[in-house]
């Protein structure tokens, strides 16, 4: 029996990171079709034909591009596997939640277009820019960081928000909610912010501004120290709420940078 050693030469990302990864690889040109939220890198969304949303796309489309995989995140994205697998495609859907298992999922994915080694470069590379931040961050005062994912529902960050915030010289109030899975799980209320007290607020509303008036203005949180001292801050969810390079490359460092202006 032959057993094919062919590595996959059209894939369908339905999720952003994937594309920014292949990309930053060299193996752009397996990429035969992009969802509508890529912004990473912009010769993507230029090049690239847009097959899907995130939650949904166009099987018709994606089929006609004969991809030999479809790869996606999060359970989120579960209706949607379903339905290109029952087209007869294959498809990986991956459903990291913290660092470790981003750069885990990364790696898989360079080992699949036979570039693990390139993977692993830039996989030290980021770890070695994280443990470097944090023996910085060491000795520094902890400002306590309510990161909000969402308004109505208040949302909490995902875990490997928390873990960034803590690497770069922060304290989660809700660290205690990181190992939720699902967002429906780091539901807070207005009562459960104003009581935690967080020296700063980031908020990152998974792609729409963040108001910062509601913030300013919410009658619960007018005794918070971020609210009373303006510690407000705002960070593209492209950047922190996308579990891949852009996380590493641009996303923790405008974390550390919210975090350290609220020490001064």
């Excluded at 931040?133 to 949302?155: N, S, V």
Aim: proline fraction near 5%; charged fraction near 25%; include cysteine.
């Amino acid at each position: 029996m032959h057993i094919s050693t062919k590595t996959p030469t059209r894939i369908v990302c339905i999720t952003e990171e994937t594309t920014e990864l292949l990309y930053l690889l060299g193996e752009h040109h397996r990429i035969v079709g992009i969802t509508a939220y890529t912004c990473r890198p912009a010769q993507a969304a230029a090049e690239k034909p847009v097959v899907s949303a995130f939650i949904s796309g166009s099987i018709k489309k994606i089929t006609a591009l004969q991809p030999d995989l479809v790869v996606g995140f999060s359970d989120i994205q579960a209706d949607f596997a379903r339905d290109l697998i029952q087209a007869g495609l294959n498809v990986l859907i991956l459903n990291q939640r913290s660092l470790s298992e981003i750069l885990e999922a990364m790696l898989l994915l360079g080992t699949m277009v036979n570039r693990r080694a390139d993977t692993l470069d830039l996989i030290r590379q980021w770890q070695r820019t994280m443990e470097s931040m944090q023996a910085e961050t060491r000795a520094l005062p902890r400002p306590g960081i309510f990161f909000q994912e969402w308004d109505d529902p208040i949302i909490s960050g995902i875990r490997w928000v928390s873990e960034l915030i803590e690497i770069v010289g922060g304290q989660d109030c809700f660290a205690r909610l990181r190992n939720q899975q699902a967002a429906r799980d780091r539901i807070l209320s207005a009562a459960d912010i104003a009581a935690a007290r967080p020296d700063g607020i980031i908020g990152s509303w998974c792609g729409k501004p963040m108001d910062f008036d509601w913030v300013r203005k919410h009658p619960d949180w007018q005794d918070v120290p971020a609210v009373r001292n303006n510690q407000i801050y705002e960070i593209d969810s492209s950047v922190i709420l996308q579990p891949g390079p852009a996380l590493f490359i641009e996303g923790v460092f405008r974390l550390r940078e919210c975090i350290d202006a609220m020490r001064t």
